[in-house]
């Protein structure tokens, strides 16, 4: 779903294509929705938002409808009316902090267009009557910080080193910095340009529930002082409030709950992710500064700008097999085999020198976590599996790629042995 359609107009043909000119959202790989021109970016559940909304708004109804209205004249000065005010424009606050939460960038890091370039080279390997080196990406980079020696992992998808601390979310198909969770209340991955208004966001929500908490109980009291009644009986007057009592406790649980443990996550600088999966209580935390400092990093530093610029215009190519320029062949349609396919990614239970390990190795069905602990299973890879880049000759078993590059001494096409394979990338 897109706020704006591309234009219908094509460019100039170009190498047996066409180009259009369009917007980066509109050609964006990742499975994120996009509003009014690509100036919002939500998750694939956004209807979930929804239901967070109604979640919120059906109880304040309540609330000003049977309790709020019936307090307006119970306080001197008619010092009543404040109460229905404040549930209202807090509600509208607590909306607000889920929508910008929900609808901004969480920090997506750009896909690459090609796999970085490989950086060992083991034996030659013959293919066919051409004497052809194997290339091999490693799977893991080891970078410092703060002293700790950590790994960085590739990602297939995106075809990059994922930054510390970054990881794919299998939801949103995204590699995402400061990778704290894909929430599904929100819809929306949880990451360092969103965190803080996303913690926000549920401390509010608390803040909503105690309030409707407590006033229902003042109009209870009230009824029970006026009509000179048992706790029970004045219950019994005004089930509205039974029933809000009732829902504010239980969210209470849960918002407050969430509250309380992001607050212990912000204090020992780690995100949901990496307390989940690394357990940091028996080795050192390499992003931990202490309390204030860590405090300081989440509401006082500025939020980094977006590295994505989605309304940005770009050319896209058709996707048809061409004639390149120097006699190659580039194919974006092969279809993928089998064994092209991209394997289950395993955790890597090693040491690497200083008793850590992977900050973003990813197991299971995704890449990323969700509130739910659910997920979809992530999609295909674009980049070459690393550690195994191998390069086949062009006619082996008749099987394509979707990002083949082949070179030749002619541009044609019959798949013949004669021409001189220079480069796959393989899904």
Same mark, same amino acid.
């Given at each position: 779903?897109?706020?704006v359609?591309p234009?219908?107009?094509?460019g100039d043909?170009?190498?047996? $294509?066409?180009?259009?000119?369009?917007?980066?959202?509109?050609t @964006?790989?990742?499975?994120n /929705?996009?509003?009014l021109g690509?100036?919002?970016i939500f998750?694939?559940d956004?209807?979930?938002i929804?239901?967070s909304?109604f979640l919120?708004?059906?109880p304040?109804?309540?609330?000003?409808?049977f309790?709020?209205?019936k307090l307006?004249?119970k306080?001197?000065?008619?010092? *009543?009316?404040?109460?229905?005010?404040i549930?209202?424009?807090f509600?509208i606050y607590?909306?607000?902090l889920?929508?910008i939460?929900s609808?901004r960038?969480?920090?997506?890091v750009?896909?690459n267009?090609h796999?970085?370039?490989?950086?060992m080279?083991?034996? &030659?390997?013959?293919?066919?009557?051409?004497?052809? !080196?194997?290339?091999r990406?490693?799977?893991?980079?080891?970078v410092?910080?703060n $002293?700790?020696?950590l790994?960085?992992?590739?990602?297939?998808?995106?075809?990059l080193?994922r930054?510390?601390?970054?990881?794919?979310c299998?939801?949103?198909?995204?590699?995402?910095?400061?990778?704290?969770?894909?929430?599904?209340?929100?819809?929306?991955? /949880?990451g360092?340009?969103?965190?803080?208004?996303?913690f926000m966001?549920?401390?509010s929500?608390?803040l909503?529930c /105690?309030?409707v908490?407590a006033?229902?109980?003042?109009?209870?009291v009230?009824?029970?002082?006026?009509e000179?009644?048992?706790?029970?009986? +004045?219950?019994?007057?005004?089930?509205a409030?039974?029933?809000?009592?009732?829902?504010?406790?239980?969210?209470?649980?849960?918002?407050?709950?969430l509250?309380?443990f992001?607050?212990?996550?912000?204090s020992t600088?780690?995100?949901?992710?990496?307390?989940?999966?690394?357990?940091?209580d028996q080795?050192?935390n390499?992003?931990?500064?202490?309390? /204030?400092?860590?405090?300081k990093?989440?509401? @006082?530093?500025?939020?980094?700008p977006s590295k &994505?610029?989605?309304r940005a215009v770009v050319?896209?190519e058709?996707e048809?097999v061409?004639? +390149?320029?120097?006699?190659g062949?580039?194919?974006?349609n092969?279809?993928?085999? !089998?064994?092209?396919?991209?394997?289950?990614?395993?955790?890597v239970t090693?040491d &690497?020198g200083?008793?850590?390990?992977?900050?973003?190795?990813?197991? $299971?069905?995704?890449?990323g976590?969700?509130d739910?602990?659910?997920g979809?299973?992530r999609r295909s890879?674009w980049?070459?599996?690393?550690?195994s @880049?191998?390069?086949p000759?062009?006619?082996a078993?008749?099987r394509?790629?979707?990002?083949?590059?082949?070179?030749?001494?002619? $541009?044609?096409?019959?798949?013949?042995?004669?021409?001189q394979?220079? *480069?796959?990338?393989?899904q």
């Open positions: 779903m897109y706020g359609h234009p219908k107009n094509s043909a170009v190498g047996g $294509g066409t180009t259009e000119v369009i917007r980066t959202y509109q @964006w790989k990742g499975s /929705i996009f509003f690509g100036r919002f998750g694939p956004i209807r979930s929804f239901i909304i919120i708004v059906a304040v109804v309540v609330f000003c409808a309790v709020a209205r307006l004249d306080f001197s000065h008619h010092s *009543g009316i404040s109460i229905m005010v549930a209202i424009v509600t607590v909306i607000t889920l929508l939460t609808g960038d969480p920090g997506i750009p896909r267009t796999p970085p370039e490989p950086e080279i083991d034996q &030659n390997t013959e293919v066919g009557s051409v004497q052809t !080196p194997q290339l990406l490693p799977r893991f980079k080891e410092i910080v $002293g700790c020696t790994k960085v992992k590739y990602c297939d998808t995106c075809m080193y930054p510390a601390r970054c990881s794919h299998s939801i949103c198909d995204n590699c995402v910095e400061r990778f704290d969770h894909h929430c599904p209340w929100v819809g929306q991955c /949880i360092l340009r969103n965190y803080r208004f996303f966001f549920v401390s929500a608390t909503l /105690i309030y908490f006033f229902c109980w003042v109009y209870v009230k009824i029970k002082n006026s000179e009644t048992s706790i029970w009986g +004045a219950l019994v007057k005004t089930p409030s039974i029933v809000l009592i009732i829902y504010t406790f239980i969210c209470v649980w849960f918002v407050g709950g509250t309380v992001h607050l212990y996550l912000i600088n780690q995100s949901t992710y990496e307390n989940f999966r690394y357990r940091y080795s050192v390499p992003y931990n500064r202490g309390v /204030i400092n860590n405090f990093e989440v509401f @006082w530093r500025s939020i980094p &994505n610029n989605f050319v896209r058709s048809t061409h004639q +390149a320029s120097g006699g062949l580039v194919n974006s092969l279809e993928k085999t !089998p064994s092209d396919r991209e394997i289950d990614d395993r955790k090693g &690497n200083s008793g850590r390990v992977d900050q973003n190795e990813q197991t $299971g069905h995704g890449e976590h969700s739910l602990r659910g979809q299973p890879s980049g070459r599996r690393s550690g @880049w191998e390069l000759s062009d006619n078993s008749g394509g790629d979707s990002n083949r590059i082949i070179g030749g001494s002619s $541009g044609s096409l019959d798949g013949s042995r004669g021409g394979l220079t *480069g796959q990338y393989r």
